[in-house]
Structure formats: C-alpha cells, structure tokens
C-alpha cells in the first residue's frame, strides 16, 4: 500500500507557478482560495529557492487533532481528507497547520469564513467517486482513476514529485546523488549550515 | 568560627532554594499530548473501498514512473 506524499526539489523549481494553475484549472477551486502556492526564498537576490506548498498529508495531521467536529480522516493512502458537511469553519486546522494548508472561502461579515477547503491530493471527498457533488465540493478524484495529482503532473522541470512516499525519496536520492552531492534536505549541514 | 559556619549555612541554603526552585521547571516529554485524534464522524468515502484495487495500484505505479528523468 503507497503512503502518498508531496516533495518539491528546491533545485528545480522555476517559480513559474503552473502547479497552482494547474490544481485552480482541475479542481475549479473559487477565487480567494489556494490550494497549492510556491513560496521563494530571498525572492531577487540570487540563488534564490522556490517550492510549491500545499497540504502535505501529514502521518500525524495536526488539523485532525484540534478538529472539534472530527470531519477529518486519512485514507488506506495516507491521504488527508475531511467531510466539509462536517466542517463549521472555525478555523482551528489553520492555526494548527505547520503549512497554512487550509483556506476559507468566504469573508464576509462578522467573521464567516465557510466551509475549510484545502489539498485533497485530488482525491475528492467523501461522497460518490467523481459524482458532480464531489467535484462541487471538493474538486477532481484523480486517484480513483489511477491518476497522480495535477499539479505534479503538470510540473515541467518534475520539481514537484507526488506519490508513495518511498518512491518519491527514490527519485529524489537519485538526482542529488547525479548532481554529485548529498541530500541537503536533513542532514549535518541544513541544520548547521556548511563549514561549522 | 561563626562566620564560617554562617556562610556555609547561607550556601547550602541558597543551593536548596535553586534546587527547589528548578523543580518547577521539569518537564517531562511523556506528559505531553502530542496527537490524540477524534473519530470521525463524517460519511464514508467511496475511495477507501478502492484502495487495494490492482488495476488501480497499477495504474498510479506507471504514473509515479513517468516522474523519473527521461
């Protein structure tokens, strides 16, 4: 059984933002609402770093723990996903998500937010696979179809990786190990910095 | 003779209250509560039914190939 993750190669992301375009176009996600963004750091200096950003589908969903309604659950996959039928849109998963995954829809007065929207990994809902209530809610299910989700899909360079977690840190072992370095996403020199 | 005696004293009792002190800053990791989910209460997802599907265990395989540099 896979365990679906997300990774975006730092070295190989172009800022040119068509993950997000790609998942807004596929899952017809209303204005206001990101699901995916790419964030870059030390925007116009150079050597800049861009990565995509959305839910990562964490193993240990900090949103499910401080759900007071409890709409959220995670699939055989290891997918995040939750019943917006459920959702009050109090916003707890916001200020517990690590990412700044879930939005909100509305903004209207005295504070309504609606119902949370956030990355399903294009796997729907908790309504019938690829039923139009599915799609109005909660967007493509691309995973009942044997599909990986747009955005990485769509992604030109391949920076953006999405599937079995496993073979996902394959991938990504086997082009830093072509680019004749090491990992730098954990290890002595991310958490110390280079010479120390 | 006193005086000795005397700043003995105040080490041992400035060193007791440090001690007594610190005890309130203990901390144990096993006392915290890291992750305690609900259960959920929402409808029942479709997918979850699909998930040990071959053709589609399949099909995903070939996709997350297509991911690899050409």
Redesign the interface.
Known sequence: ??RMKFLCDAERCIECNACVTACKNENEVPWGVNRRRVVTINDGVPGEKSISVACMHCT???C??V?P?????T???GIV???K??CIGCGYCFYACPFGAPQYPQQEAFGVRGKMDKCTFC???????NSNDEYAKYGA?R??????PAC??MCST?AL????GD??AD?FR??TLRRSGRPQTWGWEQAYGAGV | MVSVFGSRLAKMAALGLLVFTLTGCYESASDVTLYEPGVYKGSDDPLLNQAGSAEREDALRERFGGQRDR
């Open positions: 059984m896979a240990d969903a900090p499910a723990a759900c309604v409890d709409c959220f659950y699939t055989d996959d996903l939750h019943d039928d459920l796997a729907g809902g908790p309504t019938a696979n299910n995973v009942a179809e044997g599909k990986l990485a899909e391949k990786l999405a599937g079995d073979m996902v991938i086997e082009r």
